[in-house]
């Protein structure tokens, strides 16, 4: 079974930088194909970036390309999301996900962490 644990959130200001982790254990994280999503209050779960099982070309929402970095690295079994410039709007609950198949990378993942909390001030 395998078990996803992010950190990293926390407070930060406005057009501050923020790196998440994804620490990955069970089996080795180049099985998967893996992504971040967010939820806000109120918000339903979105995507927001997703990364093929060894690397390859990302996938990004709208919303965080070109602020957010997604990259993994198997030989530590951890995915991060580097975010900089971040916004007030990108105060959410971070999840890390994963997956094993499927050829979208925005959608389809059935192993999530618990999530870590992200708060941007104004």
């Known amino acids: 079974q395998v078990q996803l644990v992010e950190s990293g959130g926390g407070l930060v200001q406005a057009g501050g930088s923020q790196k998440l982790s994804c620490v990955v254990s069970?089996?080795?994280?180049?099985?998967?194909?893996m992504g971040w999503f967010r939820q806000a209050p109120g918000k339903e779960r979105e995507f927001v970036a997703a990364i093929g099982r060894i690397g390859g070309v990302p996938s990004y929402a709208d919303s965080v390309k070109g602020r957010f970095t997604i990259s993994r690295d198997n030989a530590k079994n951890t995915l991060y999301l580097q975010m900089n410039s971040l916004k007030p709007e990108d105060t959410a609950v971070y999840y890390c996900?994963?997956?094993?198949?499927?050829?979208?990378?925005?959608?389809?993942?059935?192993?999530w962490g618990q999530g870590t909390q992200v708060t941007v001030s104004s």
């Open positions: 069970g089996r080795a994280s180049s099985t998967y194909i």
């Open positions: 996900a994963a997956k094993t198949a499927g050829v979208l990378l925005t959608t389809g993942y059935n192993y």
